[in-house]
């Protein structure tokens, strides 16, 4: 009976042991559980990664400019490999790892189809010419457990002259003009409204490039949209071709060509 | 109570030796828990002022980058425009501390970019610092980095 009784109250301390044992090891993963995200740096990781998507935009913009100026096939691919060692550089301890794949083939975007080549494509020298890049970059950042975060970004610039009319009824040759009527447009899409005269050199006609003015207005009778209004003076026959260069504040180039030179009152 | 009352009551000294386990017990698990206490030291997380400083620098920087103006300002050192860009687009009584490195974290050199006294920065308990990268400008590759420090005046 008396032995019993020892067991008995041995029993209650082993089970308070137990019972200690028991709080301090929930306690210590309930304590990590609710502790985690007030450790962890969270914003400093979404301005990180927001940063280096925003880049990653911008490094196609660069990559197409020098690609419409330079015809380097290969140029966006170079980037983007010193882009994925240096962004390791500038965020040292994170253990941020960038890939990436270039668009191949043909895809469909904004009403044309675009074949890319190296993430790349320019389609000049037609009415509607345009140049395009098309990237998918994934973003891993070890340090916060963050993997396969991938987005899609493209770069789109599309020249369209919209008309090209020679108005020949002045009685003096040299009072003849052409106009060229052009729309342009970016991603998104987007109307590109802000370019000046300076953005359109050369303009040539028959070949041959010409001095000229531009106005820009929005026009809401026959094309409905933002057009720049490209006035040559001075223009005694009609010409066959009208050719248009552009090179958008970012740097990036297209070519419009047309042999369609209407001729008009 | 005498050892021969103690025999003729044993249910008495049970009782005791109950009392006795039970403070024990709850000694042990009061001592667990006080133990507990002891070290879970809350984490201290990241000063409101700060985190809120960090996203409105990182907002004002993606803005005037949106605009295409960043890169123009920082490759043509255009560091006077940079600057007042900056004063326009923050809240008045933030006060900004802006440097820009390349990629292997050497600064460029360039003028003063500052908003604010030093002695602002200096005695400021909440400095906000943030970091944005920037590839490169038209047709090259040349990445920056721009490290913008902030303090609420």
Known sequence: MRTARERKGQFIIIAALLLSIMIIAISTVIYGTVTYYRQERWEEYVTIVDSIKTASCNLLQVGLANYTQTLNQSVLRDYFNLWMRDVRKAYPGFGVDLSYSLASGIRSAYGVNINYNLGLNRTWNQQVSFSASDATVNIDIASVGLTGYNFSSHVFLKMNIRDAKWYYKAAQASDRYVLIYVSVDKEGPEPVINLQKSNFVPVKLDGVPQPFSMKRYYESKTYGCFIYEIRINSVATQPTSAEVTLQDTRGIKSVSYTTDVLMSE | ?153
């Open chain 2, 1 to 153: 109570m005498t050892k021969a009352k103690q025999a003729q009551n044993p249910r008495s000294s049970k009782g005791q030796m109950r009392v006795i386990e039970a403070v024990m017990a709850s000694l042990i698990v009061v001592s667990a828990v006080a133990f507990l206490y002891a070290f879970a030291a809350t984490p201290s997380s990241q000063p409101q002022e700060t985190s809120e400083l960090e996203k409105i620098g990182h907002n004002v920087l993606h803005d005037i980058d949106e605009q295409g103006l960043l890169t123009r300002f920082v490759y043509r050192s255009e560091w006077a425009d940079m600057t007042s860009a900056l004063v326009v687009s923050l809240p008045t009584n933030v006060y900004f501390n802006l440097t820009v490195y390349n990629v292997n974290g050497n600064p460029i050199n360039h003028p003063l970019m500052q908003y604010g006294n030093q002695q602002i920065f200096d005695s400021s308990k909440a400095v906000a610092s943030v970091s944005y990268i920037v590839p490169g400008y038209q047709t090259t590759y040349s990445p920056r980095v721009l490290v913008l420090k902030l303090v609420r005046g």
